[in-house]
């Protein structure tokens, strides 16, 4: 398995209260990912990241922010939590082969906002 | 707009059949395309990837076939098993190493 911790794993919060999730990985892969999902939208891109202090923008980044210092952490902030918010957030890396694209995921941190 | 299409709707079938999952695609052009497995509270998991130069890639028990013509995925799982029981994910490249997911299917196979 992929070493790819998210946390928390669990989070209730209130509306307009900041959440940061975390992402770390223990593979030292470049390409970093945040998705989320929720029921019948599938999983949208949030943000992505392509090295340490490089990211950019996916589907769904209004509300969100991200930052990668090191390698191996990439985390995700929401400045002011909101009920649309509320989803499953899954972090994930991409495989060292350059052109595979195929995504390792972590187990999801699922978000309440109140 | 660009959309991604799969199965709403659970697939039920019985064990030792073949399941068929259907992915289609509209205002794309990926290069490659892949199938991930869900379990209830999990990530998604990595199957399969296909080309769009190959027609057909085979994995165990698994098949996938990929027609840029008509913009669709089939993906196949014979002699189903109860633990083949999940959402299976398809997802196409947007660029380079970005994914956009389908919304999955739900597949059921019964004792």
């Known amino acids: 398995d992929a070493g790819i911790t998210q946390s928390p794993r669990h989070k209730v919060t209130e509306t307009g209260t900041p959440v940061t999730l975390r992402c770390h990985q223990t593979e030292n892969h470049r390409y970093m990912y945040w998705y989320r999902q929720d029921p019948g939208h599938g999983l949208r891109l949030i943000h992505y990241s392509y090295g340490v202090k490089d990211t950019d923008k996916g589907e769904v980044s209004d509300g969100y922010s991200v930052s990668r210092s090191k390698t191996e952490d990439f985390l995700l902030t929401l400045e002011s939590a909101t009920s649309s918010q509320t989803s499953v957030y899954f972090c994930a890396i991409a495989g060292a082969g350059h052109d595979t694209g195929e995504l390792f995921f972590g187990e999801g941190s699922r978000l309440t906002v109140l | 707009s660009q959309k991604i299409e799969q199965n709403s709707e659970a697939l039920n079938i019985q064990e030792g059949k073949t399941a068929t999952l259907t992915c289609n695609y509209t205002?794309?052009?990926?290069?490659?395309l892949q199938w991930y497995r869900q379990d209830p509270g999990r990530g998604p998991v990595f199957l399969l990837l296909?080309?769009?130069?190959?027609k057909e890639k085979r994995k165990e028990r698994l098949k996938v076939t990929f027609d840029t013509t008509l913009k669709q995925s089939l993906f196949h799982i014979t002699a189903s098993q109860p633990a083949d029981s999940a959402t299976y994910l398809c997802?196409?490249?947007?660029?380079?190493?970005?994914?956009?997911f389908g919304t999955g299917t739900r597949l059921l196979v019964s004792p």
């Open positions: 296909i080309r769009e130069n190959e």
């Open positions: 205002n794309y052009s990926p290069a490659y």
């Open positions: 997802a196409l490249n947007t660029g380079f190493q970005k994914l956009v």
